[in-house]
């Protein structure tokens, strides 16, 4: 695999595959206003960093784990009614973070660059991280298919899907897991403090052009594309960082769906 | 956790008809607590095939939860809660929001947990009055068009219990009317039981076979004639609006102080 053997190249089918997949996943990440629980949950993607670099495994694999327990963490504490969901997600984001930067700089024999975990490392994507990419992108595209209709159900009006008998907490628990592992994936491509904008960013520039949730998902996953190429060949002409050029693509897109006429057909109130 | 719903056997000594008392949906002795507050304390109560039962009291009372608790929901502290077995329920939750971020058609709100085909789907609506919306966003909708939609949701299920509450909730005071009337139709034609909370009293009395008035506790149950002069009820809602709901009225000779102990005797 000649191609392969281009940093761009791995860039941009790293890119690619990030952006496929957090299309759909974002737009539920939006729609179950969940926005703040990816932040969380990336933050601590640092201290799975840190376990990664300790326990030397493959760092995606880490920052799943971490990701993942952070995730049944909150969902463990959120089902007491006694504190505020921002505020525990507020405390394990910083707690977490904290956690991970001082970690990593307890481990003096190992230099870790900081700054392209925060933002994202174009150079640093190897052909084996392509492998992981794809291999668990479709796994979650494939389980996110088969969720879809229940999830979607539980998401509308959690209560009458209960009623009508969706079980809610395994969803729930299943739909967290992908976020951790989505989480992991973009990782290197958007760096840990940029991956919820990855998510959050596309599904909500697509909201205005959408009457349906699965166009939503479809135009999410265009304008995430669309971003990862402006972003990186950006990224390359001008030699900025790449997970923030992405990001700002996918902001310009945002800007732009409100200056763009939505479908006469459908009023927001 | 162990969950208390259970479902009665199918027994051999269960072929007998579907008679009009059959019971859909019984509570016995049900109680609950959240964070330490009791609220709902031992409540009995039965739902039988095509009856209508309103729930009714103040706020605060426990209602809610009371359905919630016999939809399944949420598991009672103590008691049980049966039902025969694959009861057909369709639900109306108190107040539904649907975040207008998620983008859905009012077709679409029909098939969220089933699979229905089209002409399912414009059949129960044309029921609800409310065809002409079938291909609209449901943040469009006002607030008796969301409620019709909802029902025509529930029809599609096939219900022999509906279960609504407070069904009328931002509706305008004529739509509110006619909705109760479309309540009512529904019962008759599907022939099968409503369950609900309502605040409505004046609607509630002459509509309903039995009305449950609670307050945490059963203050009282029976014919809306029988609850409207019950010592309980007018405490709850005031003598002279209970009074003036009844057919028969009749007066006591005594009043009942906050904690129901008899206060005064009447001249």
Known sequence: ?269 | MTTMRTETSTGAEEVRPKSALEPLISAENVSYHASGRQILQDISLTVARGETVTVVGPNGAGKTTLLRVLLGLISPTSGRVTSKPHLRIGYLPQKIHIDPVLPLSVNRIMTLTGSFTQEQIQAALEETGVSHLNGQSVFNLSGGEFQRMMLARALLRNPELLVLDEPVQGVDYLGEAELYELIANIRKKYSCSVLMISHDLHVVMSSTDRVICIDQHVCCQGKPQYVCNHTEFQRLFGRQFSESLSVYSHDHDHRHDISGNIQEKNQ
Request: glycine residues 6%.
């Open chain 1, 1 to 269: 695999m000649t191609l392969l053997d281009d940093f761009l190249w791995r860039a941009i089918f790293a890119g690619l595959g990030i952006a496929i997949v957090a299309g759909p996943l974002g737009c539920f990440v939006v729609w179950r206003r969940m926005a703040y629980l990816g932040d969380t949950m990336s933050h601590s993607s640092l201290l799975g960093i840190a376990m990664g670099f300790l326990l030397q495994i493959n760092l995606i694999l880490a920052v799943f784990v971490v990701a993942a327990l952070v995730a049944i963490l909150l969902f463990l504490l959120q089902r007491q009614k006694q504190l505020a969901a921002d505020a525990i997600l507020g405390t394990l984001a910083h707690a977490s973070l904290a956690l991970g930067v001082l970690a990593i700089s307890l481990m003096t024999w190992i230099r870790v660059d900081l700054m392209s975990f925060l933002f994202g490392d174009i150079l640093s994507v190897e052909i084996s991280d392509l492998y992981l990419i794809y291999g668990s992108g479709l796994i979650v595209l494939l389980v996110m298919l088969k969720i879809w209709k229940p999830l979607l159900a539980i998401t509308a009006n959690e209560e009458l899907a209960r009623a009508e008998g969706i079980p809610s907490v395994p969803l729930q628990l299943i739909f967290m897991l992908l976020i951790a592992l989505i989480i992991a994936l973009a990782m290197k491509i958007v760096g840990v403090l940029l991956v919820t904008a990855l998510l959050i960013i596309p599904a909500t520039a697509a909201r205005r052009f959408s009457k349906t949730p699965e166009q939503m998902a479809v135009i999410a996953v265009l304008i995430g594309v669309a971003s990862v190429f402006i972003g990186l060949f950006t990224s390359l002409e001008f030699d900025t960082p790449s997970g923030p050029s992405i990001v700002i693509s996918i902001v310009l897109f945002f800007f732009l769906s409100f200056i763009l006429p939505a479908p006469k057909t459908y009023v927001l109130r």
